[in-house]
């Protein structure tokens, strides 16, 4: 069995029927200036059920490719607003 990431982040925006886009943030430190800065990346998410609401904090699970841009299905709801 292979092994399948799981991301976690916050719901940004419906992106149409039963699509949503998540934003993920991570902490990395700068490699010359040694501070701790924010990278962002955005994933679409398939929401099949349409529960999910803006400002929602989710886990997504990576699955086959459902379109060109689209790789990863709801897992849970971890909160909302």
Known sequence: MTHKREI???V???SGDKTISMVVE???MHPRYHKVVKKFKKYLVH????ELKVGDEIIARECRPLSKTKSFRLKTV???E
């Not at 929401?47 to 349409?50: A, H, T």
């Open 8 to 10: 976690q982040g916050k």
């Open 12 to 14: 940004v925006k419906i």
């Open 47 to 50: 929401d099949e059920r349409n």
């Open 26 to 28: 991570r902490r990395v």
């Open 78 to 80: 971890v909160g909302g």
